[in-house]
């Protein structure tokens, strides 16, 4: 990498290295799904059932997304020979510098994952899960009608 590129060249490296984190993480975690002792620590939260379980599932999927996108973003970062955005635009190297640039990578590849959809549907969203269904309601009604005079009295 060069030592300072300008403002696009450096904006479309950090799109397209997210973007690749993003793409890496979920052709990885989709293998490893395969695998019967990955499935059993961290279940797909659609085959899980509703509430608590659920929940858990989805935050188990999204902390491990997270821990292989950082480990990525480091590697990425090092392969770049260390030297984060403030550096390349012409600021004093420091070591928050690396960590401000993963921040960006690993942020951006959860975002970039939702905006590009590459290959149909990358993760569950809220439109694909089924709608619950409709509630029923069984007993016996009364009405009284001294009540309902009282009560539409009250409101007038």
């Known amino acids: 990498m060069p030592d300072k590129l300008d403002g696009s060249a450096l904006l479309a490296l950090l799109v397209i290295g997210a973007f690749a984190i993003d793409r890496v993480v979920h052709g990885l975690l989709f293998l490893l799904s395969f695998q019967p002792i990955w499935s059993?620590?961290?279940?797909d939260p659609l085959l899980t059932r509703e509430g608590f379980?659920?929940?858990?599932?989805?935050?188990?999927?999204?902390?491990?997304y997270f821990a292989v996108a950082i480990t990525l973003g480091i590697a990425l970062l090092w392969l770049l020979g260390g030297r984060?955005?403030?550096y390349t635009v012409g600021f004093k190297q420091h070591r928050l510098d690396f960590f401000m640039t993963l921040l960006i990578l690993v942020a951006g590849s959860d975002r970039i994952g939702e905006l590009v959809k590459v290959s149909g549907k990358s993760l569950p969203d809220a439109a694909a899960r089924p709608a619950p269904p409709p509630i029923q309601i069984t007993g016996k009604l009364t009405l009284e009608e001294g009540v309902?005079?009282?009560?539409?009295?009250q409101g007038a």
Do not use: N, W
């Open 148 to 153: 309902l005079r009282k009560i539409a009295g």
């Open 53 to 64: 379980a659920r929940v858990r599932a989805e935050k188990r999927q999204k902390l491990i």
């Open 40 to 43: 059993g620590a961290f279940p």
């Open 84 to 86: 984060g955005i403030f």
